[in-house]
């Protein structure tokens, strides 16, 4: 999994621990000692680069023998004007978070097709990929490029490999309160959302865990929306008046 030591990926790594997984995560940063659970190894990699990459999945099938699922989970972008972003900020944006995507589902295909078995590979995209993204257009144009990316390599990798689309909604993660201004800022976001919270990361795991498991094996090209019920409508407020 790409970025599985912290915040969304720790949430999806801990959750496919307990379905008895071995996990292997990357990140250009080695973590500290004792902060990744058992049973988790490490893997220095940068997934804009395909050529890392390409080694990374070398690694991986070398130290385990096989690779059943890839997860990509790397991504983000802090908020900026579009009318002012520089191309090379927007040129990262979409490295990190589409065209990494494209570098790891190539890789894992690649022995997924060698496999009797096949492969999962799991996306995890973002709402802002459905819905307009004022503050954070390349990123919102990333997460929909990755919904179009996923479809047609289903359809273009089947029936060996399946492909689908996590499209999370807000979620508490490290970082959640201080993007909120605080534990009141957060508190208000999270009241708005119909299931009265905000995602947890393993909200998130356990969504990537059923897709990647033999319950959703007719399941390919797909999104899952995992948002608690969707963001707030001004127009639904003012008819509850």
């Not at 390409?54 to 699922?69: C, F, P």
């Not at 492909?163 to 201004?181: C, H, I, K, P, Q």
Request: one cysteine or more; aromatic letters at 4%.
């Amino acid at each position: 999994m790409t970025g599985g030591a912290r915040g969304v990926g720790r949430g999806i790594t801990d959750r496919l621990l307990a379905a008895g997984a071995t996990v292997a995560v990357c990140g250009r940063t080695v973590p500290d000692d004792g902060a990744l659970p058992d049973r988790v190894t490490f893997h220095q990699a940068d997934v804009r680069d395909p050529e890392s990459v390409d080694a990374l999945v070398d690694e991986v099938v070398a130290r385990h023998g096989r690779l059943d699922i890839a997860v990509n989970n790397a991504g983000g972008a802090p908020g900026t004007e579009a009318a002012t972003a520089s191309p090379r900020f927007t040129d990262k944006i979409i490295a990190l978070n589409l065209t990494s995507a494209i570098h790891v589902a190539q890789a894992a295909n690649r022995v997924m097709q060698a496999q009797p078995s096949g492969g999962s590979i799991v996306s995890v995209g973002s709402l802002s990929g459905l819905r307009p993204s004022p503050g954070t257009a390349a990123y919102g144009a990333a997460k929909a490029g990755l919904l179009s990316l996923t479809t047609s390599l289903a359809m273009e990798w089947a029936p060996k490999v399946r492909l689908n689309v996590v499209s999370a909604g807000m979620v508490r993660t490290e970082v959640f309160e201080d993007y909120y201004g605080g534990p009141e800022g957060a508190a208000a976001v999270s009241a708005t959302v119909p299931l009265g919270r905000v995602a947890e990361p393993t909200d998130i795991g356990n969504a990537v865990a059923f897709l990647a498991s033999p319950l959703a094996a007719f399941v390919t090209g797909a999104n899952l929306v995992v948002h608690g019920g969707g963001e707030q409508l001004a127009f639904f407020e003012h008819q509850r008046g």
